[in-house]
């Protein structure tokens, strides 16, 4: 590829960048690569300071008292608007509604139909113009008018279950290819502000699984990336001791064991009438625990697979509603396919497999889906 430069004559528009695009620009290098971006501001500060400091007067980041930088939390919201946005862009728009149930109550979706007023109604959702008009045609017309209870009339609303979501997040050596992990982090911060801005009574926590699960914050989920693979033989066995653990552990492995166990002690604390674990993996399990140990295991063995089955089956007897996500991108993995289908089957759960770019639709219907309850009042 070729360019010609020439001095600029003035006969088109110029305008410089804004921060809110620069910034953009920036978060999608944090969702591919994580807090290894940071570094780089120190190099933009130090080559171009005015756009480091446009974006620091914007409120999008900012350094702490060592002088190291770090997102804000109007850079996080940001990103995650961004994200919510885009996914909706996909002609999706109409067909994401709120959590809804054929069951009508106090909510907070109004609706066109009107109904007498009943004790315990919230007066927020009065009609005004059929109360009046009740009240008019009561009393014959005239002013000033007097309304009574009678005349008071609401707007309907539906009823809206809570949910308790769990994300386990897949963050093994080989989500680092193709842009998969970058792809499910981006749709994870679109769940976060969907739930911010629509589902404020839900639960979510995002949870990343490698050798290892952690429980990630908003800030630890944009600053995440996927463990590098740190060992290549083509046959590995290890016990890892929990309580004694060697000075070096490979963290690329995947434990969807200790994943969805992680999950159902979190769902077991949360209240909600409906629970829910959304898995997001590209590979079968390597990794799973017994006892106090960890065991690695590549290639995947029966083993591994039986016990995260029963781990799985375990979370659907206690009510966990389990929907899996099999990233398929270079080749189709029959032993993955395999793998989220038989979680399904023991589950009664759901199963798909997708490629990146088709994941967000999916995932996000499946989590709005995923309330089939009345909560009990």
């Given amino acids: 590829m070729q360019f010609e430069f020439s001095q600029w004559d003035g006969s088109e528009n110029f305008s410089p960048q804004s921060a809110d695009e620069l910034f953009d620009q920036l978060a999608e290098y944090f969702l591919d690569y994580g807090e290894e971006v940071l570094p780089s501001l120190e190099n933009w500060e130090e080559d171009h300071p005015d756009v480091v400091d446009m974006l620091i007067k914007r409120g999008y980041v900012e350094k702490d008292k060592d002088g190291q930088f770090r997102i804000t939390p109007k850079g996080l919201k940001r990103v995650e608007n961004k ?59 005239g002013s000033p008018i007097n309304v009574a209870e009678d ?11 809570s949910c308790a979501t769990v994300v386990l997040l897949d963050m093994s050596g080989s989500m680092l290819r193709y842009g998969k992990y970058a792809a499910a982090k981006r749709v ?19 949870v990343g699984f490698y050798t290892y699960a952690t429980p990630l914050t908003e800030k630890q989920l944009l600053m995440s990336a996927p463990k590098p693979v740190s060992m290549y033989d083509s046959h590995v066995h290890l016990r890892i001791n929990l309580d004694r653990p060697p000075s070096f552990v490979p963290e690329h492995f995947t434990n969807i064991h200790a994943g969805l166990q992680f999950a159902r002690r979190i769902l077991k604390k949360q209240p909600a009438s409906n629970r829910q674990i959304i898995l997001i993996t590209d590979g079968e399990p390597t990794a799973h625990i017994e006892g106090r140990d960890i065991l690695l295991i590549y290639p995947p063995s029966e083993k591994t697979s039986r016990i995260t ?5 375990r979370c659907a007897n206690e009510g966990i509603q389990i929907s899996s996500f099999a990233l398929i991108e270079d080749y189709f993995y029959y032993g993955l396919v395999n793998f989220v289908e038989q979680m399904a089957l023991v589950t009664k759960g759901i199963s798909a497999t997708c490629n990146a770019q088709d994941m967000g639709n999916m995932v996000v219907q499946s989590f709005v889906n995923g309330r089939k309850k009345r909560t009990k009042v």
Avoid: C, W
Wanted: aromatic share 10%; no cysteine; glycine share 6%.
């Fill in 309 to 313: 089955l029963s781990e799985a089956k």
């Fill in 151 to 161: 005349d008071l009339v609401i707007y309907d609303t539906e009823y809206q279950t």
């Fill in 83 to 141: 994200a919510l946005e885009q996914l909706f862009n996909i002609r999706n728009r109409d067909k994401m509604g709120r959590h809804e149930t054929e069951f009508r109550g106090a909510g907070q979706t109004v609706l066109d139909e009107s109904k007498p007023y009943e004790f315990g109604d919230p007066v927020s959702n009065l009609n005004m113009h059929e109360t009046l008009k009740n009240a008019l045609f009561r009393q014959g017309g």
């Fill in 188 to 206: 994870a911060m679109a769940m976060q502000a969907l739930v911010r801005s629509r589902y404020q009574n839900d639960f979510l926590q995002m």
